[in-house]
């Protein structure tokens, strides 16, 4: 139907990219070549990037603070879990592993979508809170359970599965949330999500339906964390509720911020690299030195939150980054912009980061829709 | 005698003890250009509110083409076919000019399009997001922004964003366009050339305009009737050159 010349190459870079990582590590890992750690260093950093990218489309595109990611993961997890424990003896390895990914996904994708009607009522803060108090009744409600049913405080025992093909399953699940999350964006419903995200007044007015919207894009989201839970308990062989505290919940979302929010490309780097960081660091640090790993995460990001945002930066910020090294060696030429080329996902952060983060930084970013605009006429 | 778009009937609304407005009437005729004008705090805002769903009037009805719509939402409302632009500018400042548009076209049936289309990236999804650009690039010819197109609607000039909400609520496909001052911050040039803008959606597209506006010279050389509020009740009903002369509007706006 299309004509090649109208397929935007670069919209499909990601999806390359992230491919032809997988299919290295695929044929590294079944010619033998990689250690057992690798593999799950990769699931883990599977696991992160899916989170990240479906967090990103509830914090960067629709713009509501969600702070109950993990809740989602923690019911994927457990459901899934289950779901395998049982299915395993009767179904054999792979269709039990289908099955508990689509239950996984699905029960998360109901909490989504529950959810996601308060959301429609509560704005900002209030909506934070209680995703937040989502996430630690979830935790709460499996940690008290019994032996019997999610394995109470113990947690849940859940099966094997080849570690050779696991974390290649897991890179599929990347490019499957990749796909879905940025073929809803680019389209006519992804225009209404951003179009509520940079002004929900104008956008009732214009006739975009809110309600539809934000629940769709919470369920939508919860149904890749419940997802992501699915193969963390496949990854861990056991699912323990204090993994999902308020603390993990954060860590995605400082993925999703450190990558520039309403940027899916950022934060699959973020979410790889912070990844990669957390596990290396665990492992160089141990014993008594196991406090640093904290404390270097944390230098990191106030590094990086200070460098984005400190104004006397500014001039140095603007010499020295990638686009400018591009430009200086391919000039940029306005009149070979073709129709609407520009980018879907600008960074539109109606969170700022310094909210995020609770830093207390001077300048803000040029493009801060008012929050306060949201109420007068 | 032509068809009534819009008609309300003692259509009024008190916020605690204060009637910010009371016992509006007002019979606005099929592509007719209808002004409400009236000093600062007269209610001329808050009866745009009511119209298009943003507050719900506490006492009397109204009804677009003889379908009441009291009380219902905000999206119902556009749907049913009154759009309206904003005082206080409010634009997607983060999407390009077209798309601020293509986001007008949404609901439109014939851009109709399921979730799953776009996810799944079938032929449909292609086909309706190029007849929606289409679509967006005539439009915005309308109101003459088509080589702004791919800039982003927070860097446009004040003029030009007022015309690409003008664009943007045309886009809905609405019976009654509500405009709140056009012509506010505009130089006698561009509010000319918004006239003629105005005027050539009410020939070429039949739509029915309700506008508010300070600019009396834009009020009387635009508006074929003028409704005067003061104090959210109305002072005046008739043609601008009448209404305008009228003793009780010249005290309203001067005093005395």
Known sequence: ?????????????????????????????????????????????????????????????????????????????????????????????????????????????????????????????????????????????????????????????????????????????????????????????????????????????????VTKYKLLVFTVSSFFAGIAGVLYSYSNFTVQSTKFSYNYSIEILVMVVLGGMGNINGAIIAAALITFLDVELQTILTGNLAVLQDLIYALILIVLVVYNNAPKLKSFREKYNIKALINRFRPHNPSKHRDDEAKWDRVPTKIKMDEVLSVDLQVSSPYTPDKAGKEDK | MSKVVLKTENLGISFGGLKAVQNLNLEIKEKQLYGLVGPNGAGKTTVFNMITGVYKPTTGKFWLDGEDLTGKGQETINHRGIARTFQNIRLFNNMTVVRNVMVGLHNQPEYKCGVLTSIFRLPKHFKIEKAMRERAKEILDIVGLLDERNSLSCNLPYGKQRKLEIARALATNPKLLCLDEPAAGMNPHETEDLMSIVRRIRDEYGVTILLIEHDMKFVSGLCDEITVLNFGTSLVQGPPEVALNDPEVIKAYIGG
């Open chain 1, 1 to 209: 139907m299309t004509k090649l010349n109208t397929v935007k190459w670069n919209h499909y870079l990601n999806y390359i990219v992230v491919a032809a990582i997988t299919l290295l590590f695929a044929i590294l890992s079944l010619t033998g070549f990689l250690e057992s750690s690798d593999k799950y260093l990769l699931e883990k950093i599977a696991i992160a990037i899916t989170l990240a990218v479906s967090l990103s489309m509830v914090v960067g595109f629709l713009g509501e603070l969600s702070l109950g990611h993990a809740g989602f993961m923690c019911i994927g997890a457990y459901l899934g879990g289950k779901t395998a424990v049982i299915l395993e003896p009767i179904l054999g390895e792979w269709p039990t592993l289908i099955v508990s990914l689509l239950v996984g996904g699905v029960v998360a994708a109901v909490f989504g979508m529950i959810i996601g009607l308060p959301a429609l009522r509560l704005r900002g803060d209030y909506l934070a809170i209680v995703t937040l108090a989502f996430g630690e009744i979830v935790r709460s409600v499996f940690m008290n359970s019994s032996k019997e049913s999610f394995g109470g405080s113990l947690g849940l025992d859940t099966p094997r599965f080849n570690k050779d093909i696991l974390f290649i399953i897991a890179f599929v699940m990347v490019l499957a949330t990749l796909a879905v999350t940025q073929n809803l964006i680019r389209s006519k419903h992804g225009r209404a999500i951003t179009a509520i995200r940079d002004n929900e007044i104008a956008a009732r007015a214009t006739g975009i339906d």
